[in-house]
């Protein structure tokens, strides 16, 4: 397992999205992306020497999902309150807690983006990197491994390959 | 800043030349989009030379397997043959020739290529639970999860946070079930 095998360290952050989640580790010269789809995992390596650039871009999602939150919240929520009944009372109350309850959430997670990693052949969204504040840690613990490797030595670095989808840990690790 | 060639995401307009290796937020200048960019030495290189084909034997050298006329740069790790740099597939830890590297990919027999695991026990975990929601199925479901989790038990589980654990407690209960689902149709079969 990669959590047990010291050369790895995981990026702490929540990549989760429609069908699927996705984990990051950072290796000792790669980056690894497990992304989870039903009952596949799927390993993708990016080599720490070919990232050139990482770019975050912002969406609109976030707005429109808060828009539509707040919609939902008026309309499930505060209208039956209004109703003056007692069942509209319960019903509203009811909505009202799951629904803010939401929003919150919603809004805790922060805005929305999309994440793009760049190398010498090929522009890669980042799988599950939906919010800015993922998206920043993600780059924050990039940029220490990435530049550690290119601003060594040119002597001393390899030339360059391919990306390649594997995971660095052999099953004997697992 | 030769060959330097990013764009913004939305729009796909070329970002400013003034992008330094630590991190900005702005604006691009076409769309307004907010942008994080961070960039690295690598952005900053000049591409590397292609790999020659062009390579000249003298006699008594070495030839590549495909090539005749050309010098073997080095062997496969896999099959051994001969290769020149253009039959090269180089992978930081070997070099490899084309055939070994996607055989390799699609079997997974070589660490370093595998791309894909099946979690099969997950997929044992959801035929227990499916099964008892549908617990009139109860002796067929659990005895397939306990056929497949037997017949996968030492295929190489997943990568991350997932033990064998998890499928021997799947299992456990796939028997618990089929012992239970057989119980439930031997009684309502005795009992007609």
């Known amino acids: 397992m990669l959590s047990q095998d010291p050369q790895f360290r995981k990026i702490k952050i929540k990549a989760r999205g429609v069908g ?13 992306i497990v992304t989870q789809d039903g ?3 799927r390993y993708r390596r990016i080599y720490y020497r070919d990232i050139q650039a ?16 707040i919609g ?45 990693l760049v190398t010498a052949v090929q522009n890669r969204d980042l799988p599950h990197i939906n919010h800015w504040k993922q998206a920043s840690r993600l780059v924050d613990e990039l940029q220490a491994e990435v530049n550690r490797v290119q601003r060594k030595p040119a002597a001393a670095t390899t030339p360059s390959a391919p990306e390649t989808a594997a995971p660095a840990a052999t099953p004997a690790t697992s | 800043m030769a060959g330097v060639a990013l764009e913004c995401p939305s729009c796909r307009t070329a970002l400013p030349d003034g992008l330094d290796v630590a991190p900005t937020v702005e604006r691009c200048a076409s ?56 039959c090269d597939v180089e992978v930081p830890h070997g070099h490899f020739c084309t055939q070994c590297f996607e055989a390799g990919a699609r079997q997974g027999n070589i660490p370093e290529f595998e791309r894909a695991r099946t979690r099969y026990d997950s997929i044992v975990v959801a ?29 190489p589980p997943s990568l991350v946070g997932r033990s064998r654990l998890r499928l021997n407690i799947a299992l456990t209960f796939a028997v618990l079930e089929f012992i239970g689902g057989c119980a439930f149709w031997i009684a309502i079969w005795v009992s007609a």
């Open chain 1, 72 to 116: 939902i919240l008026i309309v499930m929520g505060l209208l039956p309150l209004t109703s003056g009944d007692v069942f509209g009372l319960w019903f509203g109350g009811i909505n009202l807690g799951i629904w803010t309850t939401f929003l919150i959430l919603h809004l805790v997670g922060g805005p929305s983006c999309s994440c793009r």
């Open chain 2, 31 to 86: 769309c307004s989009t907010r942008l994080r960019i961070a960039t690295f030495p690598a952005l900053f290189l000049a591409a590397p030379e292609a790999k020659s084909n062009a390579t000249a034997i003298e006699s008594g050298e070495a030839t590549c397997f495909h090539h005749e006329q050309k010098r073997a740069a080095t062997s496969c790790d896999a099959c051994g043959k001969f290769l020149c740099q253009l």
């Open chain 1, 54 to 69: 990482v770019v975050i871009r912002r969406t609109s999602t976030w707005i429109w999902i808060t828009v539509v939150l």
């Open chain 2, 127 to 155: 035929m227990v639970i499916i099964s008892l929601l549908f617990w009139f199925l109860s002796p067929l479901l659990p005895l397939a999860a306990i056929i497949l989790g037997l017949a996968k038990r030492k295929a």
């Open chain 1, 20 to 32: 699927g989640s996705a984990t990051y580790w950072l290796g000792p010269d790669h980056l690894l």
């Open chain 1, 39 to 41: 009952y596949n995992e």
